[in-house]
């Protein structure tokens, strides 16, 4: 694990005293719901999905109205928690972590040794939708249990989940309760059931493998229709939920490693590991903002669905994606550390990018990082900003007629000068004059300034704000 400070307290161990362990607080427990408002709300949300969301009107009982105001106030209570400064959105560092090559990796099986063999943990980060990310789990409870694994923690289960879920890991008896709640999941995320893709599934299959499952929401992280941050205005909801869920999600997994610190060790000697499964917008960067993983100082592997005509796996390092927004999906731009394509029959999504060396993933981190940096100034079409993004390499960032920030390398040319390396989107004929070489960094801003309009620069406060809270 990186030598450097965890926000949310995972690299800090609590303190000890001779003879005597002391259990740490678990730092959540404040936003909780009681059991008996839990049970309430239950019910409610049973009857309509829409029970929590303040702009729905309906005809509530004494102890449900004192459940819901309970809960409003419990879920206002825990943003103002993340926006206290303890659990403040991270912007991505440009640096890539030197995690292993898995390049070579012809299985998932290798993938995994690979990758928990240089870390306690790591996180799965999915579309939800897709089959090869839950696969990876339930196909493989062998590799798991060799290497160590024994705790897989979930989004969207929440902690009033959390004593169903341990009874069937237990007794292998799922409550009709836990059993309903995966199933919509399911059925709402147009999971994979058929080919074994789906919540439902996976949780069995945890089970069988001995493995525990571990809630990664609150019922106030989970439930967030109608809730804003006080310092993000009208912050949209998947802005907001990726910033309650990535504070959460990393406050639970260190906590509850820190109960585990004592047992350090599987019954058969081996050391213990652990397995997240998150959405893609949690798990690494997203839209400039870091994710679990940097929180925790694990990595994080996109899992990706192929068509057949890819006839074997491929690994290596991600390049990120830009995913366009549409029905029911917002776009951003994802980047884990690593990228996995898995063949999927019947799959007939579109081709994306493949995955890529570190020293590519590095460059895609450092143009989207500089993105980050320049986005608030960078309003209008044709402004533009050279960006440094590392000592002596830089980056032309500027917004297209299209609303778009685009980002382009310029690189070294051999025998000295510079060249900008136009981007795949370029139009040709509008950047036809600047794709050449040029003697240096101020003759290509020169000509660049015939072309585009250099943005100001940015204000003191606005430097520091776009580089520490993105």
Not at 221 to 233: E, H, I, K, T, V
């Amino acid at each position: 694990m990186r030598n450097t400070p965890a926000p949310d307290g995972y690299a800090e161990s609590p303190p000890r005293t001779a003879g005597k362990t002391e259990t740490p607080a678990d730092p959540l427990a404040a936003y909780e719901m009681p059991p008996e408002h839990a049970k309430v709300l239950v019910d409610l949300l049973n009857e309509t999905r829409r029970a929590l969301d303040p702009d729905y009107a309906m005809s509530l009982s004494r102890s449900e109205q004192a459940a819901l105001e309970h809960f409003y106030s419990t879920r206002t209570a825990l943003l103002e928690s993340i926006t206290s400064g303890n659990s403040q959105p991270l912007p991505v560092s440009a640096s890539v972590r030197a995690w292993p090559d898995i390049s070579d990796c012809r299985s998932q099986q290798k993938v995994l040794k690979r990758i928990l063999g240089a870390s306690p943990g790591v996180i799965i980060a999915e579309a939800h939708w897709m089959r090869s990310s839950k696969r990876l789990l339930s196909d493989h409870p062998e590799t798991l249990r060799r290497l160590g694994v024994d705790t897989l923690y979930l989004e969207h289960l929440q902690t009033i989940h959390q004593s169903d879920l341990d009874r069937h890991h237990q007794t292998g008896r799922m409550s009709p309760a836990l059993s309903r709640f995966l199933a919509q999941q399911d059925a709402g995320h147009m999971t994979d059931v058929r080919h074994r893709g789906g919540f439902l599934t996976l949780v069995k299959e945890a089970q069988r493998a001995g493995i525990r499952v571990v809630a990664l929401d609150l019922m106030t992280s989970y439930n967030l229709r109608g809730a804003s941050f006080a310092d993000a205005g009208n912050q949209d909801e998947t802005a907001l939920r990726v910033r309650v869920f990535n504070a959460v999600a990393a406050q639970r997994i260190a906590h509850d490693q820190r109960l585990r610190a004592t047992q350090r060790t599987t019954p058969t000697g081996t050391a213990r590991r652990w397995i997240a499964l998150m959405g893609n917008s949690h798990a690494g960067s997203f839209n400039g903002i870091a994710g679990v993983a940097d929180r925790l100082g694990v990595p994080s592997v996109r899992m990706e669905d192929a068509g057949e005509d890819q006839r074997a796996l491929h690994a290596g390092f991600d390049p990120g994606r830009t995913v366009q927004p549409r029905a029911l999906v917002t776009g951003g731009d994802v980047q884990c550390d690593y990228l996995v394509k898995v063949p999927c029959p019947g799959y007939s999504g579109a081709r994306t990018a493949e995955p890529c060396t570190a020293a590519e993933a590095r460059v895609a981190r450092q143009l989207r990082v500089a993105m980050g940096h320049c986005s608030a100034d960078l309003r209008s079409a044709g402004s533009y900003r050279l960006v440094e993004i590392e000592p002596g390499q830089h980056a032309l960032v500027h917004r297209s007629g299209k609303g778009e920030l685009v980002a382009q390398r310029i690189v070294q040319v051999p025998g000295g000068g510079v060249r900008l390396q136009l981007a795949e989107e370029a139009h040709p004929g509008r950047w036809k004059h600047m794709d050449r070489p040029f003697p240096d960094l101020l003759k290509l801003k020169a000509a660049l300034d015939m072309l585009l309009d250099e943005a100001p620069p940015a204000s003191p406060a606005g430097a520091t704000r776009s580089a520490a809270i993105v």
